[in-house]
Structures are given as C-alpha cells and as structure tokens.
C-alpha cells in the first residue's frame, strides 16, 4: 500500500497535454503560412478534421474551427457557441489557457498535424 501514487496519472495526463501544447505550438510557428489554420477559410475543410468540441472555464460548449498564434505565440482560438452557433467571444482570437481549455491540446496538435499533411498532399 506505500507504493500507492494517487496523482500518477493525473500529472501524467497533464504532462502529455503541456508535451502537445508546445509541439501545436512549434507546428504552427514552424510550418503553417500565416501561423494560422481556420477552417473557414479551407475550401471542402471537412469538420471532423478541424473542429473541435470542448467546454470553456464557465461550463459554456463551444466549437472552436480556428487555431493560431497570438503575439505572445501562445496557442488560441477562434469558435462558435455549440447552441446557438453565434460567434463566441464576438469572433475575436482567444488564449486557451485564459478559458481553462487545457484538457485537449492532444487534440489541437492532431487537427494542425492533420492540416499540414493535407496540405503538403495537395501542393
């Protein structure tokens, strides 16, 4: 029972999602044009490839289609509120880290990787 490690799994789950923030991160600043990929402006950009689910720190669903690079080169975002579908947050760029977004970095990484091969694909 002394070798019980309750947060083993926990801080690994984290450890992966800072591991997948900072290769998002260097896979826009390092091979995407604009340092920007919004599926709004893909032609035929299919949503299982660039959309992704999640809810922000107030419990509010949204559906976020855009991922950038801030000033900063922090990752953010552009979305949609999931009811509703009006622009979250007027259509401006947000940090997810400010909207306590940090459960799907995974997943953020896997969208740009996604992006980057279909594009290599198609030149």
Known sequence: MNNL?????VNLAEKV???AKEAAIALLREKVESHLIDSELIEDAD???YWLY??????TQIEIYAYGLNEQEQLCFKAR???GGEDY??????DFDKYYISDKYHIVYKIIAKHILATCKNQ
Do not use: V
Not at 89 to 94: A, L
């Open 81 to 83: 509120y999931y009811i």
């Open 17 to 19: 999602q800072q591991e």
């Open 54 to 59: 999640a809810y922000d720190g107030d419990d």
């Open 5 to 9: 490690n309750p947060e083993k799994y």
């Open 47 to 49: 949503g299982d490839d």
């Open 89 to 94: 947050e007027d259509g401006e760029w947000c």
